[in-house]
């Protein structure tokens, strides 16, 4: 919050910065005409966003009697059983398989369709019917989900998919939308000449897609499965109205269910907060390079 | 989105031009319908799945169905009832001011780092990594962090240096509880943001800040004059969907005052939520979802033609 009041002196600052063209930057060497007044700046606003994770660890390795004060003081003893009480209180290796089973299958079945149908859109896009269809999943992004929520409940009760299966479907499908809109965009940056040569060997469409296009598509599948991936981990609204059955929650609807088995336990409730968080936090810190660049050619049309 | 959608159907160099489509057709007419067979499942579902709960939802807006049990259709009469609904009125009011709100933050606060992210500092890629942590997190979760935050340390903190106004929890005060979900909001949405206005940013040539130096623009005229309008599509991208989805409120306000207190911070979707599948009024809430797509896609019309005529491009 601390870059709104000197939000204009900050702007002003940064593009005398940006002033100076890249290419120079890199045979300085990157350490010529560092800004230290401007990273010392970004430090600190880093801390908005580290402050409370390290208030969320702190807290989650306490015993109950340390909390009282500001709660950011470090633990002066440890009392790891929180995480122990924390995993039998909320089934926390059930809810993180159910999860994490749904997060790959949404994954997988996005990659494998959606590609597809966006590959099959752009190649035809001269076609009215495929025009068509473009312009209607495009549509989409603009219903709000709060006017599926309650029929699609129905729906998925209806047709017995209201399971992490059925989960795994409304991923993909309501992806759809947003999906094709950037596969198409970089579909259209591939040469025909490609899958030319590809059909002129015998190829069948299918084989062109799959040896030819879907490989070339890795940039982007990357970035959608990023998205997908973030997005299937930690919803709430969708498992909260579509799972029936309790055994089948996700891990963020295990912290809601058992927000009244916490009661007034912030230490076990926390390291359970921890729990949930930590696996897609580790794994973004394993390959953050990849997870950020991957998100950014997303949006670099 | 309009003018992206016509950017990504423009063909792009190698896809057949537009002007020759009987060279195109000649080009698939072999497996015309292998790519039939590509989309039409992809069609049908979605239209199952997506389509047909939009208007069965519309259908029952005009029923008096209670979720179970017989409905007989009604007419308009839930319509009617919207607009005379306090509660449903207040929380159109509250979601609006809150999905204003947030959106001008995030996006000040975001291009504001993502501006900072692309200058000269040292740690570049580090920072960008912290900055981006929120967006992989649930704001559920974090949403039970702030709570106990804004419930117990915040009010320690104020205490202890002496701001007594500021010592109570804010999420328990009816008139300022929505500060604290904007504040939660902010710093999740703010982290997806950056790396959007940072991609945009590194879009604009160097060169253009070189001539306009020598110019003699000030830095703040090179930010209006230069920066700005060229990442103007990303902000329009920006504005456009963080607004649509600050409307859909839902996971941290039931994390940090679910809704309360009283219902000071009911958003649309929860009242959609809890009327809907708690309160026995399905048919109702249809109408009121109904309308919060009308709404929904007007707004982002008005938007996406306000805010795009300030566009540029090189």
Not at chain 2, 197 to 226: C, H, K, M, N, V
Request: glycine share 8%; hydrophobic share 50%.
């Amino acid at each position: 919050m601390s870059t709104l009041t000197n939000n204009e002196a900050f702007v002003a600052d940064t593009a005398v910065d940006a002033a100076r063209p890249r290419r120079r930057r890199r045979l300085d060497g990157g350490n010529g005409g560092i800004n230290w007044w401007l990273t010392a700046l970004i430090a600190v606003c880093s801390l908005t966003v580290l402050i409370p994770l390290y208030f969320t660890v702190v807290t989650a390795l306490k015993t109950p009697d340390q909390l009282g004060g500001t709660g950011f003081e470090l633990p002066t003893s440890i009392r790891w059983e929180n995480f122990a009480d924390a995993y039998q209180l909320t089934n926390f290796p059930r809810a993180l398989l159910n999860t994490a089973l749904i997060t790959v299958g949404a994954v997988v079945l996005t990659l494998a369709t959606n590609s597809l149908v966006a590959y099959a859109i752009a190649r035809n896009m001269h076609k009215k019917f495929f025009k068509g269809l473009y312009f209607y999943f495009l549509a989409a992004i603009f219903v709000p989900f709060p006017i599926i929520m309650l029929p699609v409940v129905k729906e998925t009760a209806l047709l017995g998919i209201d399971t992490p299966v059925g989960l795994i479907l409304l991923y993909t499908v309501y992806g759809l939308s947003f999906n094709i809109f950037i596969f198409v965009a970089y579909i259209n940056s591939i040469p025909i000449e490609l899958e030319e040569a590809a059909r002129m060997d015998g190829a069948s469409t299918w084989g062109v897609f799959r040896k030819v296009i879907f490989p070339l598509l890795a940039p982007m599948n990357a970035t959608v499965g990023i998205l997908t991936c973030v997005w299937a981990w930690n919803d709430f609204l969708l498992p909260l109205v579509v799972l029936s059955d309790p055994s089948a929650q996700t891990l963020p609807l295990a912290q809601f269910i058992f927000q009244g088995q916490f009661n007034t336990n912030y230490t076990v409730a926390f390291a359970s907060y921890l729990m949930a968080l930590a696996p897609l936090l580790v794994v973004y810190m394993i390959a953050q390079k990849w997870v950020v660049s991957g998100v950014m050619r997303g949006s670099v049309k | 989105m309009t003018t992206t959608a016509d950017r990504a159907t423009t063909p792009v160099g190698t896809t057949p031009p537009p002007t020759t489509p009987p060279r195109a057709k000649s080009r698939f007419s072999r497996t015309p319908r292998t790519f039939y067979w590509m989309v039409v499942p992809a069609l049908v579902i979605f239209f199952g799945l997506h389509t047909v709960p939009v208007i069965s939802g519309m259908f029952f807006s005009l029923t008096n169905y209670a979720g179970y049990g017989t409905w007989d259709l009604v007419g308009l009469s839930n319509y009617v009832n919207l607009f005379q609904d306090s509660r449903v009125l207040s929380s159109y009011a509250f979601t609006f001011g809150f999905a204003i709100v947030s959106t001008i933050l995030v996006n000040v606060i975001a291009l504001a780092i993502a501006l900072g992210l692309n200058a000269r500092i040292k740690f570049k890629t580090a920072f960008r990594g912290v900055f981006f942590i929120p967006y992989i997190l649930a704001i559920l979760i974090i949403g039970y962090v702030f709570n106990y935050l804004f419930a117990n340390s915040f009010p320690a903190i104020f205490t202890s240096l002496g701001f007594d106004g500021l010592s109570g929890n804010i999420l328990a005060d009816p008139n300022f509880a929505w500060i604290g979900i904007v504040i939660v909001t902010v710093w999740q949405a703010a982290a997806f943001n950056v790396i959007l206005y940072l991609a945009g940013l590194q879009t604009i040539p160097g060169e253009l800040y070189e001539a306009a130096g020598i110019d003699g623009a000030s830095s703040w005229r090179q930010f209006r004059s230069i920066t700005f309008p060229l990442i103007g599509a990303y902000f329009t991208i920006n504005m456009v969907l963080s607004f649509k989805s600050f409307l859909q409120v839902f996971d941290q306000i039931v994390a940090l005052t679910n809704g309360g207190p009283g219902t000071s911070t009911e958003s649309i979707a929860m009242v959609i939520y809890r009327g809907g599948f708690q309160g026995g009024e399905y048919g109702y809430q249809m109408a009121n979802a109904v309308v919060y797509l009308i709404v929904i896609i007007l707004v982002s019309f008005i938007q996406l033609r306000f805010l795009q005529r300030r566009e540029a491009s090189i």
